[in-house]
């Protein structure tokens, strides 16, 4: 018997208890797919060498304290990297590094004055953490890098003067990785965004091989791997070359829509299934063609093969989709063929998109209440962040700060992110604790090779960092244990503290979140109405466009498209995350996985609408003359639907 179907009586007390009892601990405790980690490989190698390169140098100078800080930095400074593209990797370093040079000054000089001030000093860094979630996961990972160089800065209380010096080489570390990205920029120029192209034409045809074998369903509601790239491309690209491969990415989004059309319209024509095949075969040739083309091969795509498909009969109910689908493969292919890769660019970013501060600053404070999800689980981290410190001073524990570190790393705002994470550190960190006090140990006498060492657990953290938290836990325990090892603390007894204080830690998270649980099912009813809105703001103005063309435009339609996308993407997330959690009716998972499923279809009929309105071929009168009757009982209809799952009335 599920807790849905319990009487009131019946129910458990602590609801969160009793999920955590029942959670497969098993499956959270392996580790998931590594191989995901290989094409990382080379960027994790160069953010590795950027912390070691600190490193080394202090242990060489005779300066290990100084060389160890630096080397902290350049750490946190390399996973702030990790989540960015281009230019944004460079300004996520920028905000992470000062972050935790500030950081460090606080730490070291509250520490050295007045430890129990770390209490509220604490609180405020986990609020603050806690908050910018609701900034985007990017800027969420960044600030929560903030209370991590506090803690281990307070593990060496120090004067302004010598803790300003310290924050200083925190700095340079952050300099060294700011400068490691910017190298990214000139190795390899533009192999990402031709990498990101080739796998979207490599989706797009997947897709197309889907419907010749007569599947007819709506393309996958996520955007292509080009778009994020695309968004913020390698500065030393030419402006030509990234205005072409922005419109490469145009034409994809258009002929996946173009094929759903034929999907849908085409199905029972065989015209339309060697139709389809032809696409495919032209879309794995252009995505060949994106592999292949190199500043020293810039003519590869020069053998592209041509599209003579086989169309249907001008009075045909698809040909209007068939017309559109051959002309932007056409276009596309020429757009290839003309591209040259070699054309010489230069760091330019006045075309860069600036950072919306008043947004920022309306997002933030929209979420300063508790009775949100974001201001509930700032308010609640900041909470048992200091719980955890005043314990810490109560009771002396050793290398304390650890308890406090771990809380940081384990409470997140779902119940399903919390748990997995709290079993992983607590794994992870156990046997990292103790390979790294192996390793230290063989090696104790040689820094230069525990310097090594570190470097090489280091790049295996990198390099699992957005695949598997278990390893990562364990990767970076092993560099951690073998940095405090350089700068002087003996690795057997740092290992078992952190070994007995990570567990004090993630216990304290567990409990904080079973206590005061943050249940994703109280919020899901504004992303699902988020979700009908868009599809209804969507779909109206598709109506309204084939009644008046020209009254939405183009960039408008693609616009709101995107939005649909997005919001059918976020509500398919928390379908998952309500499976995981508790049902909290009205809204259960299985009313989300419904609402996602109309959705869907609803985007399958979208697509054949935008392919329609931006075709060349003008519609049929027949189709359009009553859209505007059409589109006004759509949007009525979608907003009553919004309004009751906003509401939970039936």
């Known amino acids: 018997m599920t807790v849905a179907h319990m009487s009131p009586a019946e129910r458990p007390k602590w609801p969160a208890l009793s999920y955590l009892a029942r959670f497969e601990w098993r499956a959270a405790a392996r580790p998931g797919g590594l191989r995901q980690a290989v094409p990382g490989a080379r960027r994790a190698l160069a953010l590795a060498g950027g912390v070691l390169l600190p490193l080394l140098l202090g242990v060489l100078a005779g300066r290990a304290a100084d060389g160890v800080y630096a080397s902290l930095g350049a750490l946190l400074a390399g996973l702030a990297s990790l989540k960015g593209v281009s230019r944004t990797r460079l300004t996520a370093v920028t905000v992470a590094g000062g972050g935790a040079a500030l950081s460090t000054f606080v730490g070291a000089t509250v520490a050295y004055a007045q430890p129990w001030a770390l209490v509220p000093v604490i609180m405020v860094w986990g609020y603050a953490a806690g908050l910018a979630i609701c900034l985007g996961p990017?800027?969420?990972?960044?600030?929560?890098?903030?209370?991590?160089?506090?803690?281990?800065?307070?593990?060496?209380?120090?004067?302004?003067?010598?803790?300003?010096?310290?924050?200083?080489?925190?700095?340079?570390?952050?300099a060294i990785q700011g400068i490691v990205v910017a190298l990214s920029w000139a190795a390899r120029r533009g192999d990402h965004e031709r990498a990101a192209l080739e796998a979207s034409y490599r989706h797009l045809a997947d897709y197309a091989w889907q419907v010749a074998d007569g599947l007819i369903q709506a393309p996958a509601p996520v955007p292509f791997p080009a778009a994020a790239r695309l968004a913020d491309p390698n500065p030393l690209l030419s402006r030509g070359t990234r205005r072409t491969y922005a419109q490469l990415l145009e034409h994809a989004e258009r002929v996946r829509?173009?094929?759903?059309?034929?999907?849908?319209?085409?199905?029972?024509?065989?015209?339309?299934?060697?139709?389809?095949?032809?696409?495919?075969?032209?879309?794995?040739?252009?995505?060949?063609?994106?592999?292949?083309?190199?500043?020293?091969?810039?003519?590869?795509?020069?053998?592209?093969?041509?599209?003579?498909?086989?169309?249907?009969?001008?009075?045909?109910?698809?040909?209007?989709?068939?017309?559109?689908?051959?002309?932007?493969?056409?276009?596309?292919?020429?757009?290839?063929?003309?591209?040259?890769?070699?054309?010489?660019?230069?760091?330019?970013?006045?075309?860069?998109?600036?950072?919306?501060?008043?947004?920022?600053?309306?997002?933030?404070?929209?979420?300063?209440?508790?009775?949100?999800?974001?201001?509930?689980?700032?308010?609640?981290?900041?909470?048992?962040?200091?719980?955890?410190?005043?314990?810490?001073?109560?009771?002396?524990?050793?290398?304390?700060?650890?308890?406090?570190?771990?809380?940081?790393?384990?409470?997140?705002?779902?119940?399903?992110?919390?748990?997995?994470?709290?079993?992983?550190?607590?794994?992870?960190?156990?046997?990292?604790?103790?390979?790294?006090?192996?390793?230290?140990?063989?090696?104790?006498?040689?820094?230069?090779?525990?310097?090594?060492?570190?470097?090489?657990?280091?790049?295996?953290?990198?390099?699992?960092?957005?695949?598997?938290?278990?390893?990562?836990?364990?990767?970076?325990t092993v560099f951690i244990v073998l940095l405090l090892e350089i700068a002087g603390l003996r690795a057997d007894t740092t290992a078992t503290a952190r070994l007995a204080d990570t567990a004090i830690g993630a216990a304290l998270a567990l409990l904080a979140y079973a206590l005061w649980p943050t249940w994703h099912g109280r919020t899901a009813p504004q992303i699902f109405d988020r979700l009908v809105t868009a599809h209804e703001t969507y779909a109206t103005a598709l109506l309204r466009e084939l009644d008046a063309p020209g009254e939405s435009g183009p960039h408008r339609l693609r616009t709101l498209q995107s939005a649909a996308r997005r919001a059918r993407t976020d509500a398919e997330a928390a379908a998952e995350r309500l499976a995981a959690e508790p049902p909290h009716p009205p809204l259960t998972a299985e009313a989300a996985r419904t609402l996602v499923g109309a959705a869907t279809r609803l985007a399958h009929t979208e697509l054949s609408l935008h392919t329609l309105v931006t075709s060349a071929t003008p519609a049929h009168p027949a189709e359009t003359h009553r859209a505007q009757a059409l589109a006004a009982d759509t949007e009525a209809a979608l907003a009553e639907l919004a309004s009751r799952v906003k509401t939970g009335a039936h």
């Open 138 to 174: 990017r800027w969420g990972a960044v600030a929560m890098l903030w209370p991590v160089a506090l803690l281990i800065a307070i593990g060496s209380p120090l004067d302004p003067a010598h803790a300003a010096s310290r924050a200083g080489f925190v700095l340079a570390g952050t």
């Open 257 to 476: 829509a173009a094929l759903a059309a034929v999907a849908v319209h085409g199905a029972a024509d065989p015209k339309a299934i060697r139709l389809a095949a032809d696409t495919a075969r032209i879309l794995d040739a252009v995505a060949d063609a994106m592999s292949g083309l190199t500043s020293r091969h810039p003519d590869h795509a020069a053998g592209l093969p041509e599209l003579h498909p086989p169309l249907p009969a001008a009075d045909s109910d698809w040909r209007w989709a068939a017309d559109a689908l051959v002309a932007q493969l056409r276009a596309a292919t020429s757009l290839l063929t003309d591209l040259d890769p070699a054309a010489p660019g230069s760091a330019a970013f006045e075309d860069a998109s600036p950072t919306d501060t008043l947004s920022a600053r309306r997002t933030l404070l929209a979420n300063l209440t508790p009775a949100g999800e974001t201001g509930r689980h700032a308010l609640r981290l900041a909470v048992t962040a200091g719980l955890a410190e005043t314990l810490v001073h109560l009771t002396g524990l050793y290398e304390g700060r650890w308890v406090v570190l771990t809380v940081f790393m384990v409470l997140k705002p779902d119940y399903t992110s919390t748990v997995s994470r709290g079993v992983h550190r607590a794994l992870g960190t156990a046997a990292g604790a103790a390979f790294g006090a192996v390793i230290a140990t063989l090696l104790h006498g040689t820094p230069i090779g525990i310097a090594l060492a570190a470097g090489i657990a280091v790049a295996a953290a990198y390099a699992v960092f957005d695949v598997d938290y278990l390893v990562y836990s364990f990767c970076l």
